[in-house]
């Protein structure tokens, strides 16, 4: 805070303040002391420790206690009050009691499931919940440096805690061990962890269970090669964590591969990666491995091997992304061929709209047109937004006939669903056919726009809500 007013150079607070005594110092905060009950009882809670204790876990039991629905208008405000009280435990607490201010941060981690209970948390609770799990984890290490709990087992007491997780918070404590131990404690704890998960599978050989490929999953406390695989992060050692999911699955499936590969490249191990991604994957997601090759090859800087990749991830997924990745890494005779190939894959495509993508992507309008008249049937019906501005586009390169089909696919789901909550995006469409209407000469062979609106107004003429959208347009 900056007091200019008096003319002072020393303008800052804290330079004003330095130039007190103590006793002048004291005798400022006395007689502030004594202007309310609110300013006196904040000078008790920042002077005595106790009393900020207390003032906390007053704070966490009146959250935990109440139990009024937070709606989605409300998650944003629970998400502060929550960030709020950690970053006081963390300031207020911390410095002077870090006993307690670990058990109140615990405190505040069980607020995870009254939270969910009397919410419909979209992931902000949540996230500030994953925050105060991580600050645990910063205290428990000024705990355990302090030898203040001499007799705390403390990788007991973390693996406790991360499994006490009824609602995923709490999946990631184990990956950001290394805010309390050191690598050398982390080792140590690893390899305990493994013999474990090779104890575990002796006595019951076979996998272990699925590997969670959703890592918004409550972690298993009971399946060591699951911890061994969150410690091998906190370590961000891909060889560890590859001998764990090997231990946990013992033919692991294309979702097991792909997050070993990912890892290894998270830790810039781009071989360890290639020695994963280079051989063919069992399974349906051969673009997501070509994708990670396209990420590997980057990594290594060798563009002639990621312009392959990208030609055969085009060739196995023809459409406009992988034609524009393709396309951006190459010359310009080698884009002028991709451009001729692109006309002959559309005309084969069972999707007209993505046909229609590339084709006026690779600068082929005139063939995208008339792909979308010929098939028009089947371009009928377009749901979301996504052709909104290939439809402008086509207008703004003299194709208006074009951007008729375009609009009529983009407005007829809408009504035909019902969709009421889209009716202002439908009006939008049918503004947009009306001002093209007196530009189209030839519609060869498709309804003009008289006979089209004719249509809708028989076919929807009782969906008021639309026509009601229409009636305040401009």
């Known amino acids: 805070m900056k007091f200019l007013r008096d003319g002072s150079s020393a303008s800052s607070l804290s330079v004003r303040l330095s130039t007190l005594t103590g006793n002048e110092l004291r005798s400022l ?20 420790p106790q009393s900020a204790v207390e003032s906390i876990a007053l704070r966490i039991g ?7 629905f937070v709606d989605h208008g409300g998650l944003d405000e629970m998400a502060r009050v929550v960030r709020g009280v950690a970053e006081d435990i963390e300031r207020d607490v911390l410095p002077r009691e870090p006993v307690r201010a670990l058990a109140l941060t615990e405190q505040l981690m069980v607020l995870n499931g009254p939270l969910m209970n009397r919410s419909l948390d979209d992931g902000m609770i949540g996230m500030a919940i994953e925050e105060a799990c991580a600050l645990w984890l910063k205290i428990a290490r000024v705990v355990r440096e302090s030898g203040a709990l001499p007799k705390m087992d403390w990788v007991a007491r973390l ?16 990956q950001q061990a290394h805010l309390l131990f050191d690598e050398p404690q982390l080792r140590a704890m690893a390899e305990s962890q493994e013999r474990e998960a090779v104890a575990a599978l002796a006595t019951e050989p076979g996998d272990l269970g699925a590997l969670d490929a959703l890592d918004d999953l409550p972690r298993n406390p009971r399946v060591p090669t699951l911890v061994l695989q969150d410690i091998a992060k ?26 070993m590969a990912r890892f290894h490249l998270d830790c810039g191990d781009v071989t360890g990666a290639l020695d994963i991604l280079e051989p063919p994957w069992e399974g349906g997601r051969e673009t997501v491995r070509l994708d990670l090759l396209d990420r590997a090859y980057g990594q290594l800087g060798d563009n002639a091997l990621r312009i392959d990749v990208r030609r055969k991830r085009y060739q196995h997924l023809p459409c406009l992304w992988t034609y524009q990745a393709l396309n951006e890494l190459l010359d310009v005779p080698a884009r002028q061929e991709l451009r001729t190939q ?25 063939l995208a047109q008339a792909i979308l008249l010929a098939r028009a049937k089947e371009f009928d019906i377009i749901l979301g937004t996504q052709l909104e501005p290939l439809a402008k586009e086509a207008e703004a390169r003299g194709y208006p006939l074009m951007s008729v089909i375009i ?56 969906k008021t809500g639309f026509w009601r959208q229409m009636s305040i347009r401009p």
């Not at 406790?160 to 990631?172: K, P």
């Not at 005309?347 to 007209?352: I, K, T």
């Open 234 to 259: 906190a370590l961000q050692d891909p060889q560890l964590y590859n001998r764990a999911v090997r231990l946990h699955h013992v033919n692991p499936d294309d979702h097991a591969l792909e997050a």
């Open 407 to 462: 609009w009529r696919a983009l407005l007829n789901p809408i009504l035909e669903r019902g969709a009421s909550k889209a009716y202002y995006h439908a009006a939008q469409y049918l503004s947009e056919l009306r001002r093209l209407a007196g530009t189209v000469d030839d519609h060869r062979g498709l309804p003009t726009h008289a006979e089209y609106e004719a249509r809708l107004r028989e076919r929807h003429g009782r």
């Open 342 to 366: 692109v006309s002959i894959d559309a005309v084969e495509l069972r999707d007209v709209a993505t046909a229609a993508q590339l084709l006026c992507a690779a600068g082929n309008w005139p």
């Open 62 to 68: 009146g959250i935990r206690n109440d139990d009024r």
């Open 159 to 174: 693996k406790e805690v991360a499994g006490q997780d009824d609602y995923g918070v709490r999946r990631a404590m184990l």
């Open 29 to 48: 905060i006395e007689r502030l002391a004594n202007d309310g009950e609110a300013i006196a009882a904040r000078i008790e809670y920042l002077t005595r």
